[in-house]
């Protein structure tokens, strides 16, 4: 069943935020697909992100880690070889694509491989232009002072 959303409310409010409704369309397209392999998303600081994969039966030849501006993409795929028959398989070695949308200024820091999670370290490091900052209010008439000494000097 496919939902449609009316955004006209919020867009009243907000400058700059067109990209949301794809945003929110391609994730509720992604929450309807295939939850392989299961991860963990966890905050390890204000500004400190940890993505933990479970890819049991995947090493880290099998794994790509891709970032790019505002996405992360893994992809999983194990060299196909001639194995032994299977009476039972039920580790998964199925392949994968799962694909993270990151906000601004989020950045990889780290990725490593530890007892079949595959782990992926984020921070958001946010430029100091960007950062908020106080805006000091003047009085109009010492401002207006100040530009008529400099037309004078």
């Known amino acids: 069943m496919r939902t449609t959303f009316d955004f006209a409310p919020l867009w009243r409010s907000t400058i700059g935020f067109d990209h949301l409704a794809d945003l929110v369309d391609s994730t509720l397209r992604q929450a309807s697909e295939e939850h392989y392999p299961p991860y963990n998303i966890e905050r390890s600081g204000e500004d400190h992100y940890r993505i933990s994969l479970a890819v049991a039966?995947?090493?880290?030849?099998?794994?790509?880690?891709?970032?790019?501006?505002?996405?992360?993409?893994?992809?999983?795929?194990?060299?196909?070889?001639?194995?032994?028959?299977y009476l039972y398989q039920g580790i998964a070695a199925r392949p994968f694509r799962r694909v993270f949308n990151l906000a601004d200024y989020v950045q990889v820091k780290d990725a490593s491989f530890r007892d079949g999670l595959l782990i992926i370290d984020l921070v958001r490091e946010v430029p100091e232009a960007m950062k908020p900052r106080r805006i000091q209010i003047g009085s109009g008439a010492s401002t207006a002072s100040q530009i008529e000494q400099k037309k004078a000097a």
């Not at 030849?61 to 970032?67: G, R």
């Open 57 to 85: 039966g995947f090493g880290p030849d099998d794994i790509a880690v891709t970032a790019e501006q505002n996405a992360l993409t893994i992809e999983g795929r194990k060299p196909e070889k001639a194995a032994g028959e």
